[in-house]
């Protein structure tokens, strides 16, 4: 960035800076306190009451292990083996261990949580869509050479078509690649999200990426669809059709690189010929001033990076990638949450922004949460139900669940709503947030985020 980059002043959270002014007019935080004050604000989630059968059987399970656990050392000690001392001692000191072991994994399964969300508490706190925190979602691609670039573009869908205020919601891919293939994809992408995202909103479809929403298929009778409804998808669904085949084409070009490598369609070189040593490439695809979905709205923010490479740096891979994320996003729209995907990890729930910032944004504990995570889950099917039982079930229903009831569960890799502020250590700095001209689309018109 240059002399042009916006001004740093502090981040302007509001979970983080609460303002007594702004208190939700919601009738149900009217009541008063013990003392005549107002009372404190109603928490955004609560923990769901787990019913005691379900944990008594277990709370027995251990006792009885607990109790022959005890009798096992009992016998142990009264018993030394007087032939071999070491021996019966280094035994006596592993099965100490285990049981040691044995009894902290017991600890955090006493205590299993499951929460709930209150979203219209949410949308009274925060005047409906007003005051909710910008969200940047970093989106990691490794290059449509090792991946298909149609899945990055689902995931992109499904993040701008997200139930989310648009000025609100910004979305980077990194494309670790430096490939002129997934470029255009996302390119193409972005003009269709011009018809996607506001038809996803017009008749709330779930879920939001359009690979998905499609191979599920709709019964018009049972679902008594509106005609309109019925026209509106069709058109849509030949429109995605019609992308796939736009991107199929791409691909199949892509296989033979020319000689002089890719050049743009301005006619320009494309800078990441050179995928190992090529440098930083930012371009905007959605958030240029007057940028506007096919109704008039305003769609959020996409934007293509492609990191520096040099040769005999050490990249990182996906981690490298995310870095490179938080500072670009930082610079450019600076939202006080960020979500990582992966390339193919769509956002299969549109709500799940509003959702994590029923914890982030609580007036009360919004402060002490560091990040939200929605894991993705194998052989899960959309009602819970699970289409086969795998191993992640018990990592995530069972071990997650339990250290939820303690410190917080693990991070899993992706999926996940972080905190900016907590994963600095402090304020991150801030362009202006709230109010008035976007930063990217200042950034882009100072020559600083825009052009590649
Ligand atoms: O140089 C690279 C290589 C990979 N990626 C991205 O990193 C993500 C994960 O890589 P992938 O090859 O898909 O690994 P998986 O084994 O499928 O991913 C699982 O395992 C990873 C850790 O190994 C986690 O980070 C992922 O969240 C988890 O889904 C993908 O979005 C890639 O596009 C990059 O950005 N740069
Ligand atoms: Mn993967």
């Given at each position: 960035?240059?002399?042009?980059?916006?001004?740093i002043v502090p981040?302007?959270?509001p979970a983080l800076?609460p303002?007594p002014?702004?208190?939700?007019?919601?009738?149900?935080?009217?009541e008063?306190?013990?003392?005549g004050?107002?009372?404190?604000?109603?928490?955004?989630s609560?923990?769901?009451?787990l019913?005691?059968?379900?944990l008594n059987?277990?709370?027995?399970?251990v006792?009885?292990?607990?109790l022959?656990?005890a009798a096992f050392?009992?016998?142990?000690?009264a018993?030394?083996?007087?032939?071999?001392?070491?021996?019966?001692?280094?035994a006596?000191?592993?099965?100490?261990?285990?049981a040691?072991?044995?009894?902290?994994?017991?600890l955090?399964?006493l205590?299993?949580?499951?929460r709930?969300t209150?979203?219209?508490?949410?949308?009274s706190r925060y005047?409906k869509?007003?005051r909710?925190?910008?969200v940047?979602?970093?989106v990691?691609?490794a290059g449509?050479?090792a991946?298909?670039?149609?899945?990055?573009?689902n995931t992109v869908?499904?993040v701008?078509?997200a139930?989310?205020?648009?000025?609100?919601l910004a979305?980077y891919?990194s494309?670790?690649?430096?490939?002129?293939?997934?470029?255009?994809?996302?390119f193409?992408?972005?003009?269709?999200a011009?018809?996607?995202?506001p038809?996803?909103?017009?008749?709330?479809?779930?879920p939001?990426?359009?690979?998905?929403?499609?191979?599920?298929?709709v019964?018009?009778?049972?679902?008594?669809a509106?005609p309109?409804f019925?026209?509106?998808r069709?058109?849509?669904?030949?429109?995605?059709?019609?992308?796939k085949?736009?991107m199929?084409?791409l691909?199949a070009?892509?296989r033979?690189v020319?000689e002089?490598?890719w050049?743009m369609s301005?006619?320009?070189?494309?800078?990441g010929n050179n995928t190992r040593d090529?440098?930083?490439?930012?371009q905007?695809?959605?958030?240029?001033?007057?940028?506007?979905?096919?109704?008039?709205?305003e769609l959020?923010r996409?934007?293509?990076?492609?990191?520096?490479k040099?040769p005999?740096f050490q990249?990182h891979t996906?981690?490298g990638a995310?870095?490179?994320?938080?500072?670009?996003?930082a610079l450019?729209?600076?939202?006080s949450?960020v979500l990582?995907?992966?390339h193919?990890h769509?956002v299969?729930?549109?709500?799940?922004?509003r959702?994590?910032m029923?914890?982030?944004?609580?007036p009360?504990s919004g402060?002490?949460?560091?990040?939200?995570?929605?894991?993705l889950?194998m052989g899960v099917?959309?009602?819970g139900?699970e289409?086969r039982?795998?191993r992640?079930?018990?990592?995530?229903?069972?071990?997650m669940k339990?250290?939820?009831?303690?410190?917080g569960?693990?991070?899993?890799?992706s999926?996940?709503?972080?905190?900016?502020?907590?994963l600095?250590?402090?304020?991150?700095?801030s362009?202006?947030?709230d109010?008035?001209?976007?930063?990217?689309?200042r950034?882009?018109?100072?020559?600083g985020?825009?052009g590649?």
């Open positions: 960035m240059d002399e042009h980059s916006p001004e981040v302007n959270s800076d303002d002014d702004q208190e939700p007019q919601s009738s149900e935080s009217g008063e306190g013990d003392r004050g107002p009372r404190p604000p109603e928490s955004l609560d923990k769901l009451p019913p005691p059968a379900d059987l277990y709370g027995a399970a006792a009885l292990r607990l022959l656990l050392f009992r016998y142990r000690v018993h030394p083996a007087r032939g071999a001392p070491w021996l019966w001692l280094a006596l000191a592993c099965e100490l261990c285990l040691l072991a044995w009894l902290l994994a017991q955090p399964k205590s299993p949580t499951s709930e209150h979203l219209d508490r949410l949308a005047d869509d007003a909710l925190g910008s940047d979602v970093l990691t691609a449509a050479g991946e298909p670039p149609l899945a990055a573009a869908l499904s701008l078509a139930d989310y205020p648009a000025r609100r979305c891919v494309d670790d690649g430096a490939d002129l293939l997934l470029f255009e994809a996302l193409d992408a972005a003009g269709f011009r018809r996607w995202v038809f996803c909103r017009r008749h709330a479809v779930e939001r990426a359009p690979e998905l929403y499609f191979a599920r298929g019964d018009y009778l049972r679902d008594k509106a309109s019925v026209k509106e069709r058109a849509m669904k030949r429109a995605y059709e019609e992308l085949v736009r199929n084409c691909a070009k892509a033979k020319p002089d490598g050049v301005d006619g320009t070189p494309w800078p090529h440098p930083a490439m930012i905007v695809l959605l958030g240029h001033p007057g940028d506007q979905d096919a109704e008039g709205n959020p996409l934007l293509y990076v492609s990191r520096e040099k005999g990249h996906k981690a995310l870095n490179a994320l938080l500072r670009v996003s450019l729209t600076n939202g949450y990582n995907l992966d193919d769509c299969a729930n549109s709500g799940v922004l959702e994590a029923c914890f982030l944004m609580d009360e402060n002490r949460t560091c990040y939200v995570q929605f894991p889950r099917n959309d009602d139900g289409t039982a795998t992640d079930s018990v990592f995530f229903d069972i071990g339990c250290l939820d009831g303690i410190q569960p693990v991070y899993v890799g999926g996940c709503c972080i905190n900016r502020k907590a600095y250590g402090f304020d991150p700095a362009t202006e947030d109010d008035g001209e976007a930063p990217v689309q950034s882009s018109r100072a020559g985020g825009s590649s």
